[in-house]
């Protein structure tokens, strides 16, 4: 009975904060994709590349979870530096290693993604990690408060689409001008 109770409370949030981590990661994995298809124009990386994509299976799996190990060491002197008291930095660190990791791991995956997926193990956990994100996008997706939201954003857009051009942005500067003037109206009163 309260094993039921928890699993009501607790689901809906855990589903929704596992759903915006995929997401986030996916959304980091496909824009640095893109900036590193953009680095991988540079004569050094083609041929670093060149090199990964002749890989055998087994090394193409190291090369693969290689940048996370490397940059464990950066991780754990971020949280050194959290716990002296400098949060910030450390989160900042953290975040930035995050970015630059998933940068690196894409573009290896995107060269030796035809190696990787030879690996039976490799392409199980693959599969395996998209049904799960499949599932929890669709229980996502079957929330009502994700429902209202999406219905919410598609009125909103309705809405802009029905504006002309122009019409926002004359809006949105005549709210700023009287605002600006209810300011300087306080200010002269001080």
Not at 39 to 61: F, K, S, T
Not at 117 to 130: E, K, N, Q, T
Request: charged fraction near 20%; hydrophobic fraction near 55%; proline fraction near 5%.
């Amino acid at each position: 009975m309260l094993r039921r109770v928890f699993r009501r409370i607790l689901t809906p949030p855990m589903v929704v904060l596992a759903a915006l981590f995929i997401f986030i990661e996916e959304w980091l994995w496909v824009r640095m994709t893109a900036a590193m298809s953009w680095v991988a124009r540079w004569p050094a990386i083609l041929w670093v590349e060149g090199r990964l994509a002749r890989l055998p299976a087994w090394a193409a799996v190291v090369c693969f979870f290689l940048p996370g190990l490397m940059l464990l060491p950066v991780k754990i002197g971020a949280l050194f530096l959290m716990g002296r008291g400098h949060v910030i930095t450390g989160v900042g660190v953290i975040v930035a290693a995050k970015v630059v990791g998933t940068a690196v791991v894409a573009r290896f995956f995107l060269v030796c993604k035809p190696v990787l997926m030879g690996v039976g193990w490799f392409r199980a956990g693959h599969d395996l990690m998209i049904r799960v994100k499949d599932g929890l996008y669709a229980r996502l997706r079957a929330m009502p408060a994700w429902q209202r939201a999406v219905h919410l954003k598609d009125r909103a857009k309705r809405w802009l689409r029905r504006l002309k051009p122009g019409v926002v942005a004359r809006r949105w500067r005549a709210i700023g001008e009287r605002l600006r003037r209810r300011v300087n109206r306080g200010a002269g009163r001080g």
